[in-house]
């Protein structure tokens, strides 16, 4: 079926009425054509030196792409073909909870975060696109609907503690967000928690010169990356809100003290966002009863795919508390998250996104891949995650 059929318009009532239509006319072709009995009968793996892409392809031939953590594709890539691969393999592709349970309950005695869930991510993320693909929906239509058609992208990039990037290339890239079209820059320090309260704290610097450079009319956002003590986060994160009016401030504390991170709260009126470095329902729920961060960013390449997202998004809400998703990778991965949002009601308004020209090659993998446009990422249209992969142009990148 071509692209074109899965334009789902939006704006106006006329729109609205078009996009009923459609979704009707989809729904209905999915429940006439939609076999009951398929399979999954592949697992690959497509590992990059700065991503892993997984594909699953089921017993009638379909074929579903998802993207695991990409901060140690080896890793990943060894989670999969030595025990995950093997758990899913002529199993249902219709049973999403069951595959998720499989992987993780038969693993997690290499520990129930980290590694297990990222690569468990790459697998899911594959088999809800095989899935959708195979009822002529997008994911987010499978996933329960749209709330909303885009979100708000807010352009971030990292530093480095060790002067990686200095403060005028900092500048630099903050400008060329601007010019790309972003009205929100993430800042990230990346200082650690080797680097704890560290008399050399450069963050009050890069923030002014990059606060200078955006104007006060676009959103500024600091993450320290772990990198303070509670008391010196309270100290900051009230400099940071008074003097350069950041919109908040992530992960200021270490992800290993959520009492920290409860203290910070407490103290300072710039609302805290946490929850990257927390995977599963389980640690996610943690992180809100200890740390009681005021909004969370767990990923959807790393917390456990969209089986375990839609998950954290029930514990989340229930505790009042939205979702900005972190995401770092230009394309997959991007994509499940936009589905991920567009079909969840506390998620958003904001996503995290990176300088596409910083990842050329990786996005060269791929045929059809996401949109950024006005500030905004486009939820993908469909069918699947809406976008493409090129496999010989990932074939060309696979390092082994
Ligand atoms: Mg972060």
């Known amino acids: 079926m071509s ?56 017993s009638d031939g379909s074929v579903g792409w998802g993207e695991t953590d990409a901060d140690n594709p080896p890793i990943m890539d060894a989670f999969i073909q030595n025990g995950l691969r093997q758990r899913v393999t002529g ?23 980290g590694a297990l869930a990222g690569s468990i991510s790459g697998i899911d993320i594959a088999c809800w696109d095989l899935r959708a693909r195979l009822l002529g929906l997008s994911v987010s239509q499978l996933l329960g609907g ?92 009230r400099r940071l809100r008074e003097e350069f009016n950041i919109l908040f401030l992530e992960e200021p504390v270490s992800d290993q003290t959520h009492a920290e991170t409860a203290a910070v709260v407490r103290a300072v009126d710039v609302p805290i966002i946490a929850g990257e470095k927390e995977y599963t329902r389980w640690q996610l729920r943690e992180l809100i009863v200890m740390g009681q961060p005021d909004i969370l960013n767990p990923d959807t390449i790393k917390a456990g795919g969209l089986t375990e997202m839609k998950k954290i998004a029930v514990i989340a809400d229930t505790y009042g508390k939205p979702i900005i998703c972190h995401n770092t990778r230009p394309t997959l991965g991007t994509a499940a998250s936009l589905h991920f949002i567009a079909a969840i009601p506390n998620c958003g308004p904001l996503i995290e996104f990176v300088d596409v020209t910083r990842h050329r090659d990786l996005i060269g993998c791929m045929r059809r891949t996401v949109v950024f446009a006005d500030g905004h990422l486009q939820v993908p249209t469909g069918p699947g995650l809406g976008v493409e992969v090129d496999e010989t142009a990932v074939r060309r990148r696979v390092v082994r």
């Open 3 to 58: 692209s074109a059929a899965f334009r789902v318009p939006n704006g106006s009532a006329a729109a609205e009425t078009d996009r009923r239509a459609w979704l009707r006319s989809a729904l209905a072709r999915g429940a006439q054509a939609a076999p009951t009995d398929v399979t999954i009968a592949k697992v690959e793996t497509f590992r990059m030196d700065d991503a892993l892409f997984v594909k699953v392809t089921a």
């Open 146 to 237: 749209r709330y909303r058609e885009r979100i708000r992208a807010y352009g971030s990039f990292g530093v480095g503690f060790g002067r990686n990037m200095t403060v005028e290339q900092a500048v630099a890239q903050a400008r060329t967000f601007i010019a790309q079209g972003f009205t929100a820059v993430k800042l990230r320090m990346q200082m650690r928690e080797l680097n704890q309260d560290s008399p050399a704290d450069p963050v009050l610097t890069y923030a002014r010169a990059v606060r200078e450079a955006i104007g006060p009319q676009v959103d500024l956002l600091v993450d320290i990356n772990n990198g303070y003590s509670a008391a010196r986060g309270i100290v900051m994160a």
């Open 91 to 113: 199993q249902s592709i219709w049973d999403a909870e069951r595959l998720w349970d499989t992987m993780f309950y038969r693993q997690h005695d290499h520990g129930p975060g």
